[in-house]
C-alpha cells in the first residue's frame, strides 16, 4: 500500500517562509509526477504545483507563481514545496499526490485525477 506523508507545517508570519516536504514509501515515482494541493476553510480544493516524473519540468498555479518552488529527491523518493512570501490568503491544509505518466517530463496543475493521496499538513499565516 503507497503511503505519502507531508511535514513542515506550522504557524508562520506573514512575509515569512516555510518548506513543506511529501515523502512516499511503499512505492517507486519513477513515472509519477507529484501534485501539491491546498484547501482553505471554505473554498475548494486548489491544485498549486506540480514537480514531473523526471524532476526536470515545474508547473505553478498563478496564485503562487514567483513565490513557491517545487522539487523533488528521487533518490530519497521525497517532494518538496519551498514557500516563500507567505500570506493569510496561504493558510490551507496542503497535500500532496501523485499521477502515473507515461511521458515523463511533463506536469500540469489542471489535471484533474490523482492516484493516491497523503493526509495533509496544516499551514496557518497569521500574526
Known amino acids: 500500500q503507497p503511503q505519502l506523508v507531508e511535514s513542515g507545517g506550522g504557524l508562520v508570519q506573514p512575509g515569512g517562509s516555510l518548506t513543506l516536504s511529501c515523502a512516499a514509501s511503499?512505492?517507486?515515482?519513477?513515472?509519477?509526477?507529484i501534485f501539491w494541493f491546498r484547501q482553505a476553510p471554505g473554498k475548494n480544493r486548489e491544485a498549486i504545483s506540480c514537480?514531473?516524473?523526471?524532476?526536470?519540468?515545474?508547473h505553478y498555479a498563478d496564485s503562487v507563481k514567483g513565490r513557491f518552488i517545487i522539487s523533488r529527491d528521487s533518490a530519497n523518493n521525497t517532494v518538496y514545496l519551498q514557500m516563500n512570501d507567505l500570506t493569510p490568503e496561504d493558510t490551507a491544509v496542503y497535500y500532496c499526490?501523485?499521477?502515473?505518466?507515461?511521458?515523463?517530463?511533463?506536469?500540469?496543475?489542471?489535471?484533474?485525477?490523482?492516484?493516491?493521496w497523503g493526509e495533509g499538513t496544516l499551514v496557518d499565516v497569521s500574526s
Open positions: 514537480v514531473s516524473a523526471s524532476g526536470t519540468n515545474t
Open positions: 511503499g512505492v517507486g515515482l519513477d513515472y509519477d509526477a
Open positions: 499526490a501523485t499521477k502515473s505518466t507515461l511521458i515523463r517530463t511533463l506536469c500540469d496543475v489542471s489535471a484533474q485525477t490523482m492516484d493516491f
